[in-house]
């Protein structure tokens, strides 16, 4: 008998591989049970080192198959979620915005309304055994700091942030404005993804104001490290200065976004579902404002390095592009209120994540070539092709 059964949706994609894994190792005496739709970006190879864990479960299905998740729920005896499953890239939701209110709105509310079918009679508690003491259902929902929309890029050389971490405290620790996302901040989407995840976040908070569903959400910066998929920045990046690819970098490169490494992030998430206060909102970052174009030179750098080639020899393949449509300036959050109350914070400079990063990349060529055969190059070339 376990002590919880967690179901959590998305555990084949890129951060929700690392929280598997997390959970599946810190808490033996949890049952996971791991339900993903294995889109482009899921993949079981993510998870290969705890596929026969015994206290793990892999279930193939969508969020929007309500009758499938109602039956998960009965079948393990479902008392929390955490709630990862989303279409997330910008550019595939400016061209397919259906797809991402179907998965990001309707998948969610899918995931709301069999949670209180499990739940609600019972006073959002469940008892797995004779004699065990009760255990509070909780709700976690995983949420993007694009929701807010965009700050402005007031200090366009960069300033000391008002942060004292690890994380701000490396070589390059600069903020590129005055303000900052926090928890109250208003929300002001952008593009058809922020706006579906910021649908699917009202809906999460409604279900606690009528019903009184126990949830809570959180808001992140953008998550970098092993198993991305590469449609996004820095694996895209790593794996064309590898084969010598153009770099397509937006517009000049000026856009700002804080950066935070994945294992970190899911520290913090298994922090806050066990210690977060219920209706709360927690914003998770990392503290590490950079230039799109500092990125992509530290990419760079740090590629041709590994590689034994010279140091910064293949920057002759950065190669402006137009810009994307409604490219927010840029992204910035403070974390303050989850380093005071639960006393987490980012372990990694940005300097040292990336490091890590390139190196697992380069060390598992054939995941990167497995993942980047086929339909993606087919993305890739509609994507980027026509740019210029």
């Not at 469940?126 to 509070?136: I, L, N, Q, R, Y």
Request: glycine residues 8%; charged residues 25%.
């Amino acid at each position: 008998m376990y002590r919880r059964n967690i179901l959590i949706t998305g555990g084949a994609g890129f951060i929700g591989s690392h929280v598997v894994r997390l959970f599946v190792n810190m808490h033996s005496d949890y049952r996971i049970i791991n339900l993903d739709k294995l889109t482009y970006a899921g993949n079981l190879a993510n998870l290969k080192d705890i596929e026969d864990r015994p206290n793990y479960t892999f279930i193939k299905g969508d969020i929007c198959d309500f009758q499938k998740v109602s039956e998960i729920f009965k079948a393990y005896d479902i008392d929390g979620v955490i709630h990862l499953a989303a279409e997330s890239h910008v550019d595939r939701s400016i061209k397919d915005p259906f797809t991402f209110a179907r998965t990001n709105v309707m998948g969610t509310l899918s995931l709301l309304q069999a949670a209180r079918g499990a739940w609600e009679e019972t006073g959002w508690k469940a008892v797995h055994g004779t004699g065990d003491d009760p255990v509070e259902c909780r709700f976690y929902h995983i949420s993007t700091d694009e929701v807010y929309g965009a700050l402005e890029l007031t200090r366009p050389e960069g300033v000391v942030p008002p942060f004292t971490t690890k994380a701000s405290s490396g070589i390059h620790h600069l903020a590129y404005g005055d303000d900052f996302f926090r928890e109250d901040t208003r929300y002001q989407p952008h593009s058809p993804y922020s706006a579906s995840k910021a649908s699917s976040d009202h809906f999460v908070r409604a279900f606690h104001d009528t019903y009184g569903m126990p949830v809570i959400v959180t808001n992140c910066s953008n998550n970098y490290g092993p198993y991305q998929f590469p449609e996004k920045l820095i694996p895209l990046f790593i794996n064309n200065i590898r084969h010598r690819r153009p770099l397509p970098v937006y517009g000049r490169g000026e856009n700002v976004r804080d950066w935070l490494y994945v294992e970190d992030h899911a520290r913090a998430i298994d922090l806050i579902f066990h210690k977060g206060a219920v209706a709360q909102t927690y914003n998770i970052g990392g503290f590490n404002e950079w230039k799109n174009i500092d990125i992509v030179k530290v990419l760079v750098n740090t590629v041709d390095r590994l590689l034994g080639r010279p140091e910064g020899e293949d920057m002759d393949l950065i190669t402006y592009v137009a810009d994307r449509k409604g490219h927010d300036m840029r992204y910035a959050i403070d974390s303050t209120k989850l380093q005071r109350k639960l006393g987490w914070e980012p372990s990694l400079q940005f300097e040292e994540g990336i490091e890590k990063t390139v190196r697992w990349y380069l060390e598992n060529q054939d995941w990167l070539d497995n993942v980047t055969s086929g339909d993606y190059m087919n993305y890739y070339d509609s994507m980027y092709g026509h740019r210029g």
